[in-house]
């Protein structure tokens, strides 16, 4: 079963950086596909970014350059380093475990808020 929850979200002023964590259960969790999503309010979900298990990143366009995708296989965690942050980076932020086909799979975490404001 998989389960994975997000942590690090804060207040943080425009300029500012944070870190998020997401703990994942798993013994394959080397092999997963993993992304990171946000939601503001009244908004849809959206893609941020997503790590191979080979390492290997993408990101949206509104984040690349601001945001690094990382994981470390030995503790089971990705995690999302977001420098830069603008007022429009507000929202919740979620990590999911991605299928072959880079979709989200259905398993997500609970989210982690993260505000940009003055």
């Known amino acids: 079963q998989v389960q994975l929850e997000e942590s690090g979200g804060g207040l943080v002023q425009p300029g500012g950086s944070l870190r998020l964590s997401c703990a994942a259960s798993?013994?394959?969790?080397?092999?997963?596909?993993m992304g990171w999503y946000r939601q503001a309010p009244g908004k849809q979900r959206e893609f941020v970014a997503r790590?191979?298990?080979?390492?290997?990143?993408y990101y949206a366009d509104s984040v690349r350059g601001r945001f690094t995708i990382s994981r470390d296989n030995a503790k089971n965690t990705v995690y999302l380093q977001m420098n830069n942050l603008k007022p429009e980076d507000t929202a919740v932020y979620y990590c999911?475990?991605?299928?072959?086909?880079?979709?989200?799979?259905?398993?997500w975490g609970q989210g982690t808020q993260v505000a940009v404001s003055s």
């Open positions: 999911c475990k991605l299928t072959n086909w880079n979709a989200p799979s259905g398993y």
């Open positions: 790590i191979f298990s080979n390492g290997s990143t």
């Open positions: 798993g013994s394959a969790f080397s092999t997963w596909r």
